[in-house]
């Protein structure tokens, strides 16, 4: 593969690898909090699935890079600074309450959805292959969150205006996931990735559907505003990571 | 406070396509449709599941074999009612768990449970289950991939996965080998 098309690559297997850890790490905070029992054990299956999706991204990036994939992983999550991810903003914002992890997900969740879809018929083979093997588990991620979008904003009068506070503040976040990546243009180009423009469309048409069912009302806003670009980290990420890496940072040799 | 634990349901899971649903245990949610997402993921960790089914615990109509002998829920129903068709479930050990046997129509659940009994009891009978087949929530047949496909490549979720039991049994082999060989 050209050089230039390989490093391309390699950035952008390492945002769909750090979105997912990121989210993962976000939402396995509810282990042992969520609202009930049930949504407990879920929500954090949920959240472990996204990181062993992030396992499959890292994966993939080892095998292009030429590192070994049984350890690059682990020095991708535990040892690069903040300034090093790629993830979006929303993906790290503190967990909030219920409806606001329930919005995130959820928007989160529909772009996956829609990239899964057409990152499986990507022409670098590995790459749609990850991608065709985590689509059928995001099914019913997306049934999950959509059925817990549905019952809150079609609850109570708290419930829903929780739902809407949440959703006017994630909205401008969620549009983040459609700022393309420097090299995008050149990948797509090659037939190795989609069409941002096109996945944003597909998913706002999604969203809204869903959101309309649910009494919801995604907020209005600038149709080509896409938020900052993804080597723009917010202020949450840093706390986030200092957690995640600490046993790591204290204790380098340790083996388990 | 307000009550967030919803209704409870009654949760069966089925093993294998040849094997009967058996009762898992419960969970609660606010209707049917959730019961059966939380069913799949509190009772689905691991791979071994084809099939699940959630009803309303309040609508088990359920009878002990000392409660039939003591003359309980053996009364005919009451006549001028519909039949109904209601699924039989039946524990015959112990230790063991309802399983689906089949299914009897009756005017009642009474009335059911008595052609039940006489379909279904067998010597080992202990309980009976009877849940009218509209208060069953199922999975949706061809949809297996999506519901318990992913469980299946999740070898952590097996016990054997982690190395303290692997090795434990490793340990356990090796000593009964060397028993074996003295």
């Known amino acids: 593969m050209d050089p230039e098309l390989r490093a391309g690559l390699a950035a952008y297997l390492t945002a769909l690898g750090d979105d997912e850890l990121i989210l993962g790490h976000r939402d396995s905070e509810w282990c042992g909090h969520a609202p009930i029992l049930e949504e407990d054990i879920a929500f954090a299956n949920l959240a472990l699935d996204e990181i062993g999706h992030a396992l499959l991204w890292y994966g993939t990036l080892a095998d292009l890079v030429g590192q070994d994939p049984d350890t690059y992983p682990d020095r991708l999550v535990f040892l690069r600074a903040p300034a090093e991810f790629r993830s979006v903003q929303l993906v790290a914002l503190p967990v909030g309450d219920w409806a606001f992890t329930v919005v995130r997900r959820f928007l989160f969740d529909e772009a996956e959805g829609v990239w899964l879809e057409l990152l499986s018929e990507s022409g670098y083979a590995p790459l749609a292959q990850v991608a065709a093997k985590i689509k059928t588990e995001e099914i019913y991620h997306r049934r999950h969150m959509r059925a817990w979008v549905q019952r809150l904003g079609l609850g109570t009068e708290e419930s829903k205006s929780r739902m809407q506070a949440a959703l006017d503040e994630l909205w401008p976040y969620a549009l983040q996931i459609f700022a393309p990546l420097p090299d995008e243009a050149r990948l797509a180009a090659a037939g190795l990735v989609p069409e941002r423009t096109q996945m944003r469309s597909v998913w706002e048409q999604r969203v809204r559907a869903q959101l309309r069912e649910a009494g919801l009302l995604p907020a209005s806003h600038e149709a080509e505003a896409v938020g900052p670009a993804r080597s723009e980290q917010g202020q949450h990420l840093p706390g986030l990571l200092a957690e995640l890496q600490s046993v790591v940072r204290q204790h380098p040799d340790a083996r388990w | 406070m307000k009550d967030t634990e919803g209704r409870r349901y009654v949760v ?21 449709a959730m019961a059966l997402m939380h069913a799949r993921d509190v009772f689905v960790r691991r791979p071994e599941c084809v099939g699940l089914w959630v009803a309303p615990a309040d609508q088990v109509y359920s009878r002990t074999l000392e409660e039939l002998k003591q003359g309980a829920g053996r009364q005919a129903g009451i006549g001028e009612q519909e039949l109904v ?5 039946v524990k015959s050990h112990h230790k063991g768990s309802f399983e689906h046997a089949g299914s009897v129509s009756g005017t009642g659940p009474a009335a059911a449970l008595s052609k039940a009994v006489e379909s279904y009891g067998g010597p080992l009978a202990l309980a009976w289950w009877l849940l009218p087949v509209e208060a069953i929530h199922r999975s949706k047949a061809g949809e297996e991939e999506v519901w318990f496909g992913p469980a299946r490549s999740k070898d952590f979720r097996r016990s054997t996965f982690f190395h303290t039991l692997s090795r434990k049994l490793a340990l356990r082999g090796a000593t009964l080998e060397e028993d074996s060989g003295s």
């Open chain 2, 12 to 32: 069966f899971h089925q093993e294998a396509a040849d094997k009967p649903h058996r009762h898992a245990g419960s969970v609660h949610a606010p209707d049917a």
């Open chain 2, 85 to 89: 068709e209601y699924v039989v479930f």
